[in-house]
């Protein structure tokens, strides 16, 4: 086997493992980061399948690098704003919105 | 064979800091390991061919966007933490089991599409021929500047819309 096997092997678990991120911890800013690891994730990926079916995939690599540079600006002001409000960042204390 | 070796150093280090920013206590000691994964993913990129992006994966993400966090962690002082924030046990256990189930997904899908993949595949020749001929930075931009250009223009408005929402959020009130 090559090296692009085991990418796309080590991709699905860097993914998986920021799924796991997400569901297990309770503070915002550790879930944003594990979002930010999944996102790398699928960058992984798209440079892998660059490799054979043409290089068009980097570019959207960099559109991928774009969309997470702008979640994390917005997502980080809607924690700092937040975290004006409540003094803490755990998401089970947000919940004035849950029915 | 030296570059199997690189890349068992890099999967290993990629994978190690994942789980042990999912793990660690300190959201700052977290970050720090994600800032170690970002590094062996670009290690990972260099070895796949892919140079610009690797620089790029540095500079912007581990250089730009985890500082933003790293500012953002310290400004609301969030670095000492005596309780760990992860979820109870019962929890747990259904996250990992469904972080698992997402993997085997994942697997089944990405074979698929490998298999296609392989088959009508350029091959490291045509790779390092192009790469020879215009260069690491000139076979992203190529396709970038011609066939995406409106799709790239689009991703500054983007960036913009998002510069003035995060100002406007974080702002402090008017009293």
């Known amino acids: 086997m090559e090296i692009e096997t085991y990418t796309l092997i080590l991709s699905a678990l860097l993914f998986a493992i920021g799924t796991a991120g997400v569901l297990l911890r309770r503070n915002a800013i550790i879930m944003f980061m594990c979002i930010e690891l999944m996102l790398n994730s699928v960058n992984l990926t798209l440079v892998v399948f660059s490799r ?39 998401v089970d204390r947000f919940n004035l919105l849950k029915w | ?52 992006i690797a620089a790029v994966n540095l500079i912007v993400y581990a250089g730009a ?7 953002v962690i310290m400004l609301l002082n969030l670095g000492r933490t005596e309780k760990s924030d ?17 993997f085997g997904l994942l697997l089944v899908m990405l074979r698929g599409g490998h298999a296609t993949s392989m088959a009508g595949g350029m091959g490291q ?5 192009m790469l020879e001929s215009q260069g690491a930075v000139g076979i ?32 402090r009130k008017a009293p």
């Not at chain 2, 966007?65 to 790293?70: A, N």
């Not at chain 2, 020749?125 to 021929?129: P, R």
């Open chain 2, 86 to 102: 992860l979820r109870g046990p019962l929890y747990r256990m259904i996250g990992i089991v469904i972080a698992g189930a997402f």
């Open chain 2, 65 to 71: 966007i985890l500082v933003l966090f790293l500012f």
């Open chain 2, 140 to 171: 992203v931009a190529e396709p970038m500047f011609r066939s995406y250009l409106v799709p790239f223009e689009i991703t500054s408005l983007l960036l913009l819309v998002a510069i003035v929402g995060a100002i406007v959020l974080a702002r």
């Open chain 1, 52 to 90: 054979s079916l043409g290089i068009e995939a980097q570019v959207f690599v960099f559109f991928v690098m774009a969309v997470a540079a702008a979640e994390a600006a917005v997502g980080l002001a809607i924690i700092i704003a937040i975290f004006r409000h409540y003094e803490l960042v755990d």
């Open chain 2, 1 to 52: 064979m030296i570059a199997d070796f690189f890349f068992v150093l890099f999967a290993v280090m990629a994978i190690g800091g994942a789980t042990a920013m999912v793990f660690a206590r300190n959201p700052l000691a977290s970050l720090l390991y994600l800032v170690m994964a970002f590094f062996a993913l670009s290690g990972i990129f260099v070895l796949l061919d892919a140079h610009f």
């Open chain 2, 125 to 129: 020749a045509t790779i390092d021929a």
